[in-house]
């Protein structure tokens, strides 16, 4: 029989979140092109920015990346299987996907929502994945006269994203779906300011912005799942 001791110590373990008494880092992984690409470098060459700055022991961040990964570069790309697929086999609790900027010049606004929507309903039918976060297309200076189809396009992917978050498949999974608007500037007038002569990737300053607009959004995902 049990004693008074034990059921309240009993009781006292059922009531500490089920994290806190055997918890493992949760997995983080970053998925994308060239921008993930050069995070990677930046949090390697700048150890204070290193792991998003999230402690190990809370969360392990690994990036999955291409130079010029694109959706939908020519019928035989298949960049699920090649890129996809293999950082599901990291077990990410916590998936951010940045693409489509790659796409713009073959793709209209509306193909680049449909192909993010595709690829973001097979993560969810494959993975055990609990929270994925998309990051909207950023306008750059070599798309200037993109704008408006960038706009669009985002406007698009948002919402196919909403349909997604409300639809059986996510209800079912109990995942979070959700759509990053950048914050710090990367999105504001001073834009300019912030990328190479390349007029494509972000200079230093463009990079820090990028990498706390990306920690702050996991970060309050990372606490909630850390609560669960």
């Known amino acids: 029989m049990a004693t008074a001791q034990s059921r309240e110590h009993a009781q006292s373990s059922m009531s500490v979140p089920r994290c806190l008494l055997a918890r493992r880092p949760l997995n983080i992984v970053l998925l994308g092109h060239s921008f993930i690409r050069r995070l ?46 293999p950082a599901l086999l990291h077990q990410p609790d916590i998936l951010f996907i940045h693409i489509g900027e790659n796409d713009l010049e073959h793709l209209t606004s509306q193909e680049i929502a449909t192909h993010i929507n595709g690829l973001i309903t097979f993560i969810l039918s494959v993975s055990s994945v ?3 976060v998309v990051s909207q297309l950023i306008w750059m200076p070599q798309y200037q006269q993109r704008h408006e189809q960038i ?12 349909q997604i978050q409300a639809s059986p498949l996510a209800s079912r999974n109990t995942v979070q779906v959700q759509y990053l608007r950048h914050q710090f500037g990367i999105w504001g007038e001073n834009r300019l300011s912030l990328f190479l002569n390349d007029r494509t990737h972000l200079n230093e300053t463009g990079m820090h912005k990028y990498f706390y607009s990306i920690r702050t959004s996991l970060s309050a995902h990372l606490r909630q799942l850390m609560l669960q």
């Not at 706009?151 to 909403?162: D, F, G």
């Open 130 to 132: 609990r929270v994925v």
């Open 40 to 85: 990677a470098v930046f949090m390697r060459e700048f150890p204070e920015f290193a792991n998003l700055k999230f402690p190990r022991s809370d969360a392990i961040v690994l990036c999955v990346s291409r130079v010029g990964a694109a959706l939908c570069l020519r019928p035989d790309d298949h960049w699920i299987n090649v890129h996809v697929q």
């Open 151 to 162: 706009t669009v396009a985002n406007t698009a992917i948002e919402e196919h994203l909403q």
